[in-house]
């Protein structure tokens, strides 16, 4: 049974997830996340993980920034016991403004 994400307003400007049981983990993958900000946590995703067991795993995302230690103001995970990054990138989508 999966119970993964609980989205809270303050944090996460582009997303955030809150592992609430020891046996939660999350794959986040193949997004885009630009250009966000949040009150608190990070600007692009917030992970709150409170337990050594719950694994946080970030793959192929282009973020905003370019620090993906899960540390920074950006990509923030507050258990990084289990987490771990790959092939992330921080490249301008050159989203089209649709209104032009």
Do not use: H
């Not at 600007?43 to 719950?54: E, F, P, R």
């Not at 946080?56 to 995970?77: A, K, M, P, Q």
Request: aromatic share 12%; glycine share 8%.
């Amino acid at each position: 049974m999966q119970k993964i994400l609980v989205v809270r307003v303050n944090y996460g400007g582009g997303l955030s997830a809150y592992l609430d049981y020891a046996e939660d983990n999350i794959d986040f993958y193949n997004n885009i996340l630009w250009g966000n900000s949040a009150g608190s946590g990070g600007n692009d995703l917030y992970v709150d993980s409170s337990y050594n067991t719950n694994q946080t795993r970030v793959f192929n995302n282009d973020f905003s920034c370019n620090d993906y230690d899960g540390l920074s103001t950006c990509l923030e995970v507050t258990n990084t016991t289990l987490y771990s990054e790959v092939n992330n990138i921080s490249t301008d989508p050159l989203f089209e403004n649709a209104g032009s």
